[in-house]
């Protein structure tokens, strides 16, 4: 009878110091993943070649393959049999990856963004019905930052699911104006005068030319379109300073900017 205490202690004994040593093994194991991953990203991150959105989702692949490594180990330290762990494993994958398909979905959104590069971090990006400065590329969301300082997660397969719109993909863009005059104003004076209100500006780039058009008679105005190039991060700063010029400017010379107007006519009926 004491025999058979003793060898219930002693597997009690067993069990308990197994389960011990896996908490550990997982504990330790999990950080050192984190701080394996971290030196990688340094390491990495010498390297002025190395994007910065690919960096920021290797960071989760690596970190994410390693406590599958961890936790398999305490599995085995338990005494589970990891063989037939991952027969288990494959044999519930089908219904796990129905359970997850959009998580599995968002996934392979991350890859190709990795893989095809529409944009990358820092870029001012409009897609997945969100716009705003791209913060970080995960494996299964994008962070955006808006202009006015909001944070916004945007699954990946909504993004690549639709038109992904990258401000900053080129280093020059096109401003571009609609400038109405009256019909009674005069239309060289105009052209002339909105010609040297875009010249003035040094921030325009002059060698890629300079468009002031007429581009429709409309019902109630004589409307050019005004076309000049800039660096793309003078974008909006010129965009807002051209048009409070154009307004100043046309006062000053006596040019008319006309609004929809309204005639009502009352007719008094004799009785």
């Known amino acids: 009878m004491e025999d058979s ?7 009690v004994g067993l069990y308990a110091l197994n389960i011990a040593t896996a908490i550990i093994i997982f504990i330790v194991g999990k950080f050192i993943a984190r701080k394996v991953t971290d030196f990688f990203v340094r390491v990495m991150n010498r390297k002025q070649s190395v994007d910065q959105t690919l960096l920021s989702f290797l960071d989760d692949i690596v970190y994410y393959v390693l406590m599958v490594v961890v936790i398999l180990t ?9 063989t037939s762990f991952f027969a288990i494993l494959g044999a ?32 001012f990006v409009e897609a997945g019905g969100t716009a705003g ?31 992904i719109k990258n401000v900053n993909a080129h280093d020059t863009r096109r401003v571009d104006l609609l400038v ?7 239309i060289k004076k105009a052209k002339e005068t909105l010609t040297k209100i875009v010249e003035a500006d040094e921030r325009v780039l002059q060698d890629k030319g ?3 058009a007429v581009s429709e008679l409309a019902d109630s105005s004589v409307n050019f379109v005004v076309r000049a190039w800039v660096n793309t991060p003078d974008y909006w700063a010129v965009k807002f300073d051209l048009t409070e010029n154009v307004k100043l400017t046309f006062d000053k010379e006596g040019i008319s900017i006309p609004y929809p107007q309204t005639d009502v006519h009352v007719f008094k009926h004799k009785k």
Do not use: C, H, R
């Open 5 to 11: 205490v003793q060898a219930v202690s002693d597997m």
């Open 74 to 82: 305490s599995l085995k330290q338990l005494g589970i049999d990891t």
């Open 92 to 123: 519930a994958g089908l219904a796990i990856g129905l359970a997850l398909k959009d998580s599995l979905g968002n996934f392979a959104s991350g890859v190709m963004i990795i893989f095809f590069k529409p944009f990358k971090v820092g870029d």
């Open 133 to 163: 400065t791209i913060v970080e590329v995960g494996i299964f969301n994008t962070e955006f930052k808006t202009p006015d300082n909001q944070k916004i997660i945007v699954p990946n397969g909504a993004i690549t699911g639709g038109n």
């Open 180 to 186: 109405g005059i009256g019909y009674d104003d005069d």
């Open 210 to 212: 300079i468009t002031v």
